[in-house]
Structure formats: C-alpha cells, structure tokens
C-alpha cells in the first residue's frame, strides 16, 4: 500500500514537472514573423511571445476551405487554431488586438476563436504567403460555416499581413 502511494505521488510530481516543462516557451530559432503581448503569462523574448514560422507549425496546422470577398473561388488555408495559439502563451484577456505590417489594426473578442474556429494561416493553397499576397500570416474565419459570417463584421476581423497580437 505505501509503495503504491509513494508512486501515486511520485507520478503527480513528475505530472507537475512535465506540465511546468512543457510551458516554457522556447525562443524562436528564424527570425520571428510573430510577435503576442499584453495579458499573457507564456514569454521568450523579454515580456513578449515570439514565435517563427516552424513554432507555429509546430502548434498543429489545420484546414479551412471557405470562400472569401479576397479571391475567387474556393480558398484553401492551412494555419493554427487560434484558440490553441493564446492557450501556449497563456493568454488571459478578453479581446486580441491584431496588427499588419501596411497598420492595419482589428480587435477581435477571443470567443471567436473556438466559437468559429478561427485559424491564423501560413499558407493558402498548399504555397505559404508572402507579404505581396496577405502574408505571412493571416486571420481567417471559416465564412462558409455559418451565414453569420460572411458579413462586414467578420471581414473586418480578419486581418492580413499580421505582426503583432496585443492580448487585452
């Protein structure tokens, strides 16, 4: 019985060391194409969460075929779940603040980001984006889910060429 205890808790505290290992946010290795500040408990570089564009693939990369008011047709996006990006950094706000490298600047509530499913692309049709087409990184809701999306709300919450998230 003791040594099945001892176990139990040489288990937790191993549980707790992984935990505490696994959010520690290494620094970017490239050159960061993201940079997320404000109310997050998660950071790399001085106060900030710096990511490069292998970190963020790193995260898991999902699919959203949607069409959008930017291209014709149907657009495959391939990026991270938006919601899983402020939960590595710990984010603690209500709304995230976007900004594009042409100044660009949109608040998005963070309930979008699992309501929606919002993702952050790398890449539109299988080719990563380059800043002359939307990129690096760009917000985007899947439109085509919900009819509630294709509106102006929406569009204006979908920033391009993104730099900066500012947690607030």
């Known amino acids: 019985m003791r040594s099945t205890v001892l176990w139990i808790a040489a288990a937790g505290l191993l549980g707790l060391m992984t935990s ?10 490239d050159k960061p194409i993201l940079t ?16 490069d564009r292998s970190m963020l693939e790193h995260l898991g990369v999902v699919k959203i075929e949607t069409t959008t008011p930017w291209y014709k047709g149907t657009v495959t ?8 990006l402020m939960a590595e950094v710990g984010a ?15 608040e998005i509530p963070m309930e979008d980001f699992a309501k929606h499913h919002v993702i952050l692309a790398l890449k ?9 087409d939307k990129g690096p990184l760009f917000v985007v809701y899947p439109y085509d889910s919900e009819p509630e999306l ?3 709300i929406f569009y204006s919450r979908s920033a391009w060429q993104v730099a900066k998230l500012v947690v607030k």
């Open 150 to 152: 294709k509106s102006q």
């Open 20 to 29: 505490a290992e696994a959010a520690n946010l290494p620094p970017p290795a």
């Open 124 to 132: 539109r049709n299988g080719e990563y984006m380059s800043v002359r």
């Open 92 to 106: 603690k706000g209500q709304k995230v603040v976007a900004y594009a490298l042409n100044d660009y600047t949109t």
């Open 36 to 51: 997320i500040s404000g109310d997050i408990t998660e950071k790399n570089v001085g106060d900030t969460a710096q990511f």
């Open 77 to 84: 996006f391939e990026g991270v779940p938006m919601d899983k």
